[in-house]
């Protein structure tokens, strides 16, 4: 049986992007998407522009969409005025985050009329009473994690609070979702957990963002990178670690999986198609 795939995009700020995000979208929708979610910037300084984005997509494509909320930057009221916007239009399907800290600060500062954390702005979508909320899990530990279980804490609390499922940042050994799925059920968290994956477009450039996120790089990973750029087989490898990745996993057991495609459809398209995916009729607006 064929896994259940969904995409990760970001909001276009220029007319260019625009275009970019319109040919993944056209290229990724064949493979059937679960859903497909728009990001907020760092700091939530897209804020508007993901609300065009997602809107967009929902209306004119006729996919699944979620939109990425988080607590940065803005007032309780205002959050909530989002959220409703959304609903408003369709879309009630919500990844409710923290939140980066905002450009120019080191770390996450709450709003003075904001929600302090996830957990609070997880309750009061529930509250609402007409949103699917997702939320991000981490299997390897959190940069602001207080200790090694702090991941595994907040999860439960997350999905306590009116959470549907979690979406996981993404890794590189298969080894560290299966661990960090078995401490979830030991911990009694029996809501879907989706492993997360990040497509390797570049290897320096995921090496740089993996720091950033606290995502480990295996040694035999990186040592094979340094050779494959040596012969021009980047993206064959790249294939090649996904598909490996993900199937790991669809052996243990799991059946969604989420990429987050940083809008740049054809590697990722590929490696679908490696796991079997086959891509169906070409996506139509239905606008």
């Not at 994956?197 to 570049?202: A, C, D, M, V």
């Not at 480990?216 to 340094?226: E, N, Q």
């Not at 294939?239 to 940083?262: K, R, S």
């Amino acid at each position: 049986m064929s896994p259940q795939v969904s995409f990760e995009f970001f909001p276009p700020k220029t007319l260019e992007a625009a275009f970019r995000l319109h040919d993944t979208v056209q290229t990724l929708a064949p493979y059937g998407p679960r859903f497909v979610s728009v990001t907020y910037g760092a700091g939530g300084t897209t804020r508007a522009l993901t609300r065009e984005a997602a809107q967009t997509l929902h209306k004119t494509t006729g996919l699944r969409v979620a939109a990425h909320l988080t607590c940065v930057g803005a007032s309780r009221d205002e959050t909530l005025d989002v959220a409703r916007g959304y609903a408003g239009t369709g879309i009630t399907d919500i990844v409710a985050l923290r939140g980066d800290a905002e450009e120019g600060a080191e770390r996450f500062t709450p709003h003075a009329s904001g929600f302090a954390n996830s957990v609070e702005l997880i309750e009061a979508l529930a509250a609402e009473g007409q949103f699917n909320i997702k939320v991000g899990a981490y299997p390897e530990r959190h940069p602001d994690a207080a200790h090694e279980n702090a991941d595994i804490d907040w999860l439960k609390a997350k999905l306590d609070a009116g959470a549907s499922e979690a979406i996981t940042q993404f890794f590189f050994d298969p080894e560290d979702f299966l661990r960090f799925r078995d401490k979830c059920a030991a911990a009694g968290i029996d809501k879907p957990i989706t492993p997360g994956f990040l497509p390797i477009e570049n290897w320096q450039s995921t090496k740089r963002f993996s720091a950033k996120c606290g995502a480990s790089i295996p040694a035999a990973l990186d040592d094979a990178f340094a050779k494959a750029a040596r012969d021009g087989r980047e993206e064959l490898l790249a294939i090649a670690q996904a598909t490996e990745l993900c199937d790991a996993l669809l052996c243990e057991g799991v059946e969604d999986l989420h990429f987050y495609t940083l809008n740049r459809p054809e590697l990722t398209a590929k490696i679908c198609t490696a796991l079997g995916l086959e891509a169906r009729a070409p996506l139509r607006n239905v606008a």
